[in-house]
């Protein structure tokens, strides 16, 4: 077992963290305060090329493990979960099956100018009654001919509003349930394909996150996202570890931005002449984040290696994104205690991470359904 | 235009120290970072051989994670970097210090020198001068601003008053000061590029030196121990509305404490 | 007798203080009778402020050569480093300042001897000297010694008292450098000065800093004002001149300047660390912030807490009022 990262990890670390520093957190609070997409940042984010982080240097990537990837989504969740919604979304899920599975024209279209930032893409599934329970979609896909004609309404896109495109999960029959899924890439300016209302968020804002409307959408024939038919639910699972891991990363990120904060202040703020550092019970607060911290933070490691090694990593991943998630809700609440009256305060950052903590608890699966899951698949179906 | 960087890899700002014991030693956070104003030197050297071609060069004095300014430095897009890897080297005054590094760069044929105004961590400022009176070289401190032209470098430096801008033939060395630019956050291309980097490493034996000059051992200055800064007692409020608080610190300024 | 040399910095018809804090102490030396003092003074000085100056030392010498009318670091330190080869110093000392810390290195290298730069206090009286210099941007002090001879040390401004001399002059002596030809390469172009009359912060006696607090740019003029009053020097911290309020000359602060005036005013400052170790070891800090938590309060003598739109003029009228400045 090796348990440090390697040299270049350590480095490819250390320089993402200095350019989340220089870049993205002098503009974390705006970007909250404005609830508005940061174009500049994506623009300058673009040109760095971590957009193709997980893709191949030939199409302009970094060909990243996912370990090393873990490392990159959780710098820049620490920097702002607001703008990092939408990279990470643009990085993985809104465009992996373009490029597993689209043409080399719909790649030249979309793909590439995706990963240099040109394009924004997003992957839609949330409907209004189906969140964790896929095979309750009822978004469908009609093959009319050599087209599809997709009907349906997507809830909680992040970057759907402004997408150039859209991975939609659609049904071929409600019926089959999740054997009926598959992928479609519908593209901004397609008949039919509009962007509905903007969700007004608790958190992670400046990520636009909103309703798409596909009224009578028609699709050429290679904008289904897959080789056969119904084969959706499978081409999911080959990124479903990898999306709860990468989420329990950005829990991770936002968790130690919290973390920074409570320490700076622990330090710092005196109560009855002593730093409030010096205290037992404020001392006791910081050996239990930090040890969870770092339980949180070997969990994803080891279940990015995983996922790298090509093992099984279904139980790991959504463990890991349980514990990482409670892990980050319980540091965000005790920082704000910490930081007593000021972390009540607009003012200051505590109040943000507590805010953007909450979207954890139903992104990459809500904790309810993951446990059950977890459950039958220790105990078995009896 | 050939261009050697001189870097120094330095614990973060914020990194915790701690004076140890009676004051022997002190322990320091193991969080590190490239000096700032090094920083300027790499950007600067950068953007010159993007107006006028060449090579960039940087070079450090370090052992273990000191490695990892050179790759930055090869991230952020330098052409070749050199670790002068090796304990003797370490623990060196100005003096050691700068002969070391001079001899490293008199093996490159180099038409200018870039390097921060001082280091932050030692805070001495005194190898740029040094290693260009090693060399024989004309030199520019605490530089804001460069234009190369026809061998020679106008540089605007910042003084007490004001500013001097002063002309020296290249080869040259300048140090850099904060507001010369805006350093660049290296592409993920560079970033990888430098992961996979392969670099080269001198000794003192490779220098032509021997351990007695350089170092700790060759140091002529040396640290007999640490203090910590004086401490400040608790302080005073003054109380009462604008006027009242105001009043009373005119009062204590004036006759109390006797500095107005 | 050990022999000190002083380089003392002019400019214009001035004595730059730090070099006269180091004649101060250099007269003290004197008259243990242990040492020999030597002034040097080099290029374009004018005879009255030579005279001046040999009211500290024994002897002052004025060394001389056309390479040597503008300051360049090559020529300053050639012609050091040739006279102290003549005279052999036990030390050589110099005021920390762009001139000191920029040529001193070079003459240490010539004379292959130690150097200690930024030095802020010191026990001449010690065997070897020792010398306490702070790093880490003043979060530690270091306490150093040189064992061999000569060795120079750069004084920071500010670190003694100036004393006045006595009656007696010295001895004037000029000596040209005999510089070669081609030995000096920097040519001066032009001088940018600030504007009359505003003392440099590193070399202030009073400074009153602006943070964020102000809120504004135009809202410096409170300061300006106040400073007027007082003869003090307006600084800035990082964030406001980050913000292009304030120029980076104004800035104090770990990437600013190091400062260490008698008395520091620090005005809607929250106290961030490096500006903190840019001005901590002032004699006297003053922080006005309407936060009671502020950071900066740690690091005052006195604190005010309040607005400092309040304050500030508050006591710019009141001290008007006790100086008798309309």
Redesign the interface.
Known sequence: MEFSLTE?Q???K???T??ID??VVPKAREIDEKDEFPWELWRQFG????L??RYP?EVGG?NADPVTAMIFYEQIARGSVGFAQSVIMNILMGTYFIYRFGSDEIKARCLYPAIKGEKIGTMCFTEDQSGSDLSATRTTAVKEGGEWVINGTKMWITNGPIADMATVLATTDPKLGAKGLNFFLVEKGTPGFSAGQVLDKLGCRGTVTGELVFDNVRLPGENLLGEEVNKGTEYLGEILDEVRVMTAAMALGIAQAAFDEGLEYAR???AFGKSIGSYQLIRAKFADMATEMEASRLMIYYSAWRIKEKLSSRKEAAMTKMFATETCLKVVDEVTRIWGANGFAREYDPQRHFRDARFLLYGGGTHEIIKDFLGRMIIGKS | MNIVVLAKHVPDAEALIEIKGTGEKLEIEQKFAVSLFDEFALEEALRIRERLGGRVKVITLGTGKAIEVLRTGIAMGVDEALLLDHEAFLGGDGYATALSLSRAIAKEACDLVLCGKQAVDDDRGEVGPMVAQFLGLPHVGSVVKVDIAEGRATAESLVEDGRVVVEVPLPAVLTTQKGLNEPRVPLVMGVMKAMKAQIPRATPEDLGLDPNQIGLAGSKVRIRRYLPPKKRSQVQFIAGDAPGAAAEAVRILIDVERVI | MDRVLIFVETKGDEVKKGSLELLSEARKLAQTGRFAIEAVVIGKVAPSLREAISLYAEKVVHIVDPLLDAYTPEGYSLALADYARTSQPRMILAGATQVGRDFLPRVAVLLECGIASDVTAANWLDNPVTLVRPVYGGKVLTEVVCEESPFLVLTRPNTFDITSPGEKTGEVVERHASLPAGSVKTRMLRREEKPKGKVDLTEADIIVTGGRGLKAPENFTILEDFAAVIGGTVGATRSVVDAKWRDQEDQVGKSGKTVSPKLYIAAGVSGAIHHIMGMDTSKVVLAINRDPNAIIFNYATYGIVGDLFEVVPAMTAELKKRLGRG
Do not use: A, I, N, S
């Open positions: 270049e350590e480095f490819f250390k320089t993402v200095d350019t220089r870049m040109k760095l090329g971590y193709g982080l240097e970094m710092k703020r005196v």
